[in-house]
């Protein structure tokens, strides 16, 4: 099938994870404003935030508010019993009024428990949609019967999944779900938090970063996939890569991940480094031989375990 008419026009998109200051290491709004402008000078338009990443939404509305040729996709965060209608109402007003738009460009459900029925709210989303407040529905982190169900309540248009290099388990069969029904996926952690860079290449142990998402929720992803001796031997086997075309380990992590099937765009996370946000641009305008990611595929299976469905140990 066919990929879904999509919001989604660019091939990176920066995730803005990083702007929450309640769980990371503050960046001051001036800084936040500067870097986007450097984004914005690199053609990179495209911002992934969420209601529960703190004040992310807030500074990338104030920041954009009159920059309608950016696309700026959010989250709906459902944990714990059902939502009434007005609640969600109100979570879609609040993203509007955060965020400085008349019209939501991409709503992202996530739903944490899968017992819990979602078919009224995302029916409620749905009409939103034909109402004009979200342009483009989309979900994040449901699983292979979540996301089957899900469709037949709303028309999910992307889906944003962990994929990397490290995480695989969107090949689970939901890599093939999606495909069958058009719906584009967005990888998001495609640098394991910055896990897959030459920065951590033939480091003994991971460093303790506990105001970084790497030392938190990707270091147990990490460990959930084999461990830091394994991690090793795939960063030697990118860097082997990397050599080749005078690229970084992050490039390569990043086109790997870019050219696997069905995917429509990785949401690398903020950066304030000039250098790397365009590396990261220019990863994308690359050239590897299939071959060699390939054999990145084959080491990443040879030495990695790849354990159940979409967020399957997460949602635990
Ligand atoms: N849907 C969900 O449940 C969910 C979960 C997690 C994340 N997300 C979204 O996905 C976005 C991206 O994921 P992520 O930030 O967690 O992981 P990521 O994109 O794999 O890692 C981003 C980190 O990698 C480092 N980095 C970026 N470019 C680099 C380069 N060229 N070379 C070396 N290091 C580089 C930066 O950290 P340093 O420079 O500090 O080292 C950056 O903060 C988030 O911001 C968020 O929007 C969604």
Redesign the pocket.
Known sequence: MKAKQTVISAPLIV????LDDRSWTAIPANDVERTIDTYLAWGIAHF???DI?GRSERLLGQILKDRSDCTLLT?AVFFGSEPTPNQVRGKIENSLRQLQRDCLDCV?V?WHDPQIDFAQTLELLTKFQDEGKIRQLGA??FDVPMLKRALEYAPIATH?V?Y?LVDRRVENGMAALCQEFGIGLLP???????F????FLSMATPPPESS???GF??SSMVAAHGGWPPLQELLHAIAQVARKYEL?I??VA?KWVAQQPGVLAP???????RQ??E??VS?LKSEIAPADLEFLSERSAQLLQQPGDIYSYERK
């Open positions: 995730g803005c994870w990083q992934d935030t969420a990443y989250k992202q996530h994040t982190n944003q962990q990397s998001y952690g495609p640098l394991a938090g910055g897959l860079s030459d920065k970084h998402a790497r929720y990707y970084t992050a490039q990043l949401v690398v996370g903020f950066t304030q480094h790397q946000i590396q990261n990863a």
